[in-house]
């Protein structure tokens, strides 16, 4: 496919989930990096590292946390956080995971286990409970302890049975946060709160409080029990880092950390090198080699350490290897003991994209706008082989939309107006200026009317272009600009606009489409539908049925088939808009958040998630099934490539989608 980077190698794990000749083929393009919430090592194989996210998805890597393939997912939420993952030391392909949820449905999570290496996941206990830390105990594999948000569980037969071992209802030994076993008794334990930490040496029978020499009111994010050293814990507090050399009754804090990066998420061991400790910060990673005397970080203080594992030495890392997963950056490795890190990101790819542009003059060339990043704004001109950041300028607070145009790339704004991204000055500016006189908004950049009094006035009947644009089209010799005031065209590459009249009064319009030439518009208003087929001169009038709801967006698969998405679903024409039917047949009766058309084959994806295709024009439709397939896609989109569809997720980045049409009973989505 031109413009779309071909996969490197094969993957060998997800091999046997893929079909042998799939209806689709998903190419990953980035960009690469997301947020990494748990690490995992192998213990039998230091470089078999697995990754949790905060969609539930499960990662792994053969070689050391260096490349990464996406495995499965924990559960079928897409907004369940991966807490903890453990390997079994003594089955490595049997691994545990635990998960709390993020959505407005109340509490959410439990504990899950796969036994083939974490492809498929099952639930295997505490279905509903938000779990925040999952520990084995080191002299009991099959002991497993968990925390969560009411309370501790225990299960003595690797999770078939769980009991609670914490008093029910008990105001302190709930929000738990942080689980240690010690290193040579399972019955000994140690759980970190939101308030204080806690143990009990009789397997939950009896707890007492352990926080003399902490500060009160301190939220312990992570507990470690040294197997060197088995009655020397570690607990990390908002209060800072702390070390107990007599199992918990007397803590000390360590000094050397500076107070603003108290917020410790995660303390780990070299277990190659003792005395030396890492920690995982709010401002980077810190390390000490005498037990906590003298620290030092070792990272830019920017990063956000949410995760990490330490390798013993090796070959390739005579030093050990150290693999961090962070906020935004992804997951890092450092093959010196820390001194240098570099990105570890090939085949992680889990931005969140909010808005994309194709570039269909330029193949290969894409503009995405994520959220939860360092960089807003992102382009490749290379199919995403390679990413940079355009900016400054833009944010993705107010942002409405991006566009492709031919004279480079805008972005319309919630507030109003427009902004374009101008390669001189490398950032993005404020563009466009109104023509006439055409009432000017109501609320002026989101203000009341009597702000634009107190402003400094542009030229007469010229202002700047500070609508809301509902929709961006283009033609070689003009644009157009839906806004809610009607439809404004621009004669010189969106420098200056006019009201391009199409209805005695100005109408909103929510979508325009425009052919290459001009001559063929399309315009979904307020009251119905109205084209023209010799650039505005003439105009006809098109209505959906009343239950339709109205419609909001308008597409042609072709000069005679076109597609209106409407309040109540997806309405389809086959004679030019003349008569219009409700194309229904699989599709849920739920609101289309996105359409696109690749030739025979259409994809939708649906406002509450999930992807569906259709290889007979409409007439019928099918859920893609699969990892990749099962998230939140807020843009799919049409490119220069025959049957070729990008796929924008909101946690998993960009595909090139390659559709093949084949019967609606054997769809699915390989994985990659």
Known sequence: ??????????????????????????????????????????????????????????????????????????????????????VDPQKPQLLYASTWTRGTGGEGGGVFRSSDAGRTWQILGLAGHAVRALASAPSDPSVLVV?????????????????????????????????????????????????????????????????????????????????????????????????????????????GIPFSARRTY????????NGTVYAGTSEGLWKTADAGAVWKRVTPRDWVIDALVVEPPGDAAPEGRLVIGTEQLGALVSEDG?????????????????????????????????????????????????????????????????????????????????????HTKG????????????????????????????????????????????????????????TEEGLFASRDQGATWSLFSFAPLALPVSSVRVSSDGRQLRVVSLRGMVFSQDGGETWSWHDLPFEAGGALRLDAADDTTLLATAHKGLYISRDAGK????????????????????????????????????SDHGASWSRIEGTLAEGFFPVVATGDTPGV????????????????ARPSAQLSSPQR
């Open 1 to 86: 496919m031109r413009g779309v980077p071909q996969l490197a190698a094969a993957l060998v794990w997800m091999c046997a989930a893929a079909v042998p000749t799939p209806a689709q083929m998903w190419t990953p393009m980035g960009p690469p990096g997301g947020d990494v919430r748990a690490l995992a090592l192998d213990p039998s194989d230091s470089r078999l590292v697995y990754m949790g996210t905060t969609d539930g998805h499960i990662f792994g890597s053969r070689d050391g946390g260096v490349t990464w393939q996406i495995l499965g997912r924990a559960g079928t939420r897409l907004d369940a956080v991966v807490t903890s993952i453990h």
């Open 147 to 255: 925390g969560a948000l009411d309370g501790i569980y225990r299960s003595k037969d690797a999770g078939v049975n769980w009991e609670r071992i914490s008093p029910e209802g008990d105001e302190e030994l709930r929000n738990l946060d942080s689980l240690a076993i010690d290193p040579l008794n399972p019955d000994t334990i140690y759980a970190g709160t939101f308030h204080l930490p806690w143990k009990t040496t009789d397997g939950g029978k009896h707890w007492f409080p352990i926080h003399a020499g902490m500060i009160d009111d301190s939220d312990v994010l992570s507990l470690v029990a040294d197997p060197a050293h088995p009655r020397r814990v570690y607990a990390s507090a908002c209060s800072g880092i702390y070390r107990s050399e007599n199992g918990g009754v007397i803590w000390k804090k360590i000094q």
């Open 266 to 273: 995660v303390i780990r061991l070299d277990p190659s090198h």
């Open 338 to 422: 820390g001194k240098n890190f570099r990105a570890a990101n090939t085949g992680f790819y889990h931005r969140q994209i909010v808005s994309l542009a194709l570039d269909r003059e330029h193949p290969g060339r894409v503009l995405a706008i994520l959220a939860n990043a360092p960089e807003p704004a992102l382009a490749t001109d290379d199919g995403g082989r390679d990413w940079a950041p355009l900016g400054p300028g833009l944010s993705t607070e107010g942002l409405r939309r991006v566009y492709a145009s031919p004279g480079g790339w805008f972005a319309s704004l919630e507030r109003g107006g427009l902004m374009r991204y101008d």
């Open 427 to 482: 950032a993005w500016v404020r563009a466009g200026s109104v023509m006439g006189d055409e009432p000017a908004p109501s609320t002026p950049h989101g203000g009341p009317l009597g702000e634009r009094k107190n402003r400094r006035q542009p030229a007469a009947k010229s202002r700047i272009f500070d609508l809301p644009v509902n929709d961006m089209a283009f033609a070689r010799e003009i644009w157009f600009a839906a």
């Open 579 to 614: 008569t219009w039917q409700q194309e229904a047949s699989g599709l849920p009766e739920v609101p289309l958040q996105d359409l696109a058309l690749a030739g025979d084959v259409w994809l939708a994806s649906m406002q509450t998630g999930g992807l569906f295709l259709s």
């Open 645 to 660: 569809v990008y796929a924008a997720s909101t946690t998993e980045g960009l595909y090139a989608v390659e559709l093949q």
